[in-house]
């Protein structure tokens, strides 16, 4: 089912499955979230957990020697939420652990996803609780795709993504199965806070962005000045999608960790940014969107 929330600047939708954003909508009736056409990309702005990114071979090992089977960027996306609480500007959905989720991710947890609009900004908060007596192992993130061009009369190459702060970045390549390989990088930016954006960007699937100093970009056309902010600094990574196939799309994907690198082994626990919650504990970790 999908809902509304609203501000006098926005108005925004989401949907229970998977409990995920699917319209963000200025007074003047222009949609900033990409919609999800098929022919390039049907999602629009999964919740990633309890992994981001792919595990090798679709699998991992816990410490403790269980299996976890997932397919690329977990199992929230794939799960109907409960929504258990709207008001007018804000909106939250609840995932729980089932028999289901535990055959892929065995481990006891609530997921609570909660969208709050204020003027012309959203923040996207996701409270994990450990429901196990023992360390909770997991990674989230935000894969929110924005239109692009956002405007008619423009193209996909109007449009810059602005960092924070200038930045020299080394994107590792991603093997065929959206692996990282640590040991193979191509330069993107050289002390530049400005990466035009074109279709070649995206050939070979995402840019890692693993090592910067910005907590803060943008997503920006040069003639018109419409785009969106995305701000993460509960985050340590930010991945730049496009569909290789020239999708009229961005994606700025804030991620607590990375896909199976190619310099770790499958030990679950050992993956790049895992996140080990204690028992009985919460820990919330969000990010805003904003209309600029």
Not at 119 to 125: E, F, G, L, P
Not at 130 to 151: D, E, M, R, T, W
Not at 166 to 182: F, I, R, S, V, Y
Not at 238 to 250: D, E, H, K, R, T
């Amino acid at each position: 089912m999908e809902y509304t929330i609203r501000s006098k600047d926005l108005v925004v939708k989401a949907r229970s499955f998977g409990g995920e954003l699917t319209s963000i909508r200025d007074n003047d009736g222009t949609e900033y979230l990409w919609q999800g056409d098929p022919k390039y990309w049907k999602g629009q702005a999964p919740v990633l957990f309890p992994i981001v990114g792919s595990l090798r071979g679709k699998k991992a090992v816990t410490s403790d020697g269980k299996i976890c089977c997932m397919e690329r960027h977990g199992i929230a996306r794939r799960k109907q939420a409960e929504m258990i609480r709207q008001d007018q500007s804000s909106i939250m959905f609840r995932l729980v652990s089932d028999d289901e989720t535990k055959q892929h991710y065995p481990f006891d947890f609530v997921l609570e996803t909660t969208y709050t609009v204020e003027k012309r900004r959203i923040t996207v908060s996701h409270e994990i609780k450990n429901s196990n007596s023992y360390a909770l192992p997991f990674q989230i993130g935000g894969h929110p795709a924005f239109n692009c061009p956002v405007s008619a009369g423009e193209q996909f190459e109007d449009y810059d993504v602005e960092f924070e702060q200038p930045e020299t970045a080394n994107c590792p390549l991603l093997d065929e199965n959206g692996l990282p390989q640590m040991d193979k990088r191509i330069p993107i930016l050289d002390n530049s806070k400005v990466l035009p954006m074109k279709h070649e960007l995206f050939s070979k699937d995402a840019l890692i962005f693993d090592g910067i100093k910005s907590r803060k970009v943008m997503l920006r056309s040069r003639k018109s000045g419409k785009g969106v902010c995305v701000e993460f600094s509960d985050m340590d990574y930010l991945l730049i999608w496009s569909s290789a196939n020239g999708g009229p799309f961005v994606a700025l994907e804030p991620w607590s960790g990375l896909a199976t690198c190619s310099d770790e082994g499958d030990e679950f626990e050992k993956k790049r940014g895992m996140i080990l919650l204690p028992a009985g504990e919460k820990k919330t970790v969000s990010y805003q969107i904003s209309i600029i």
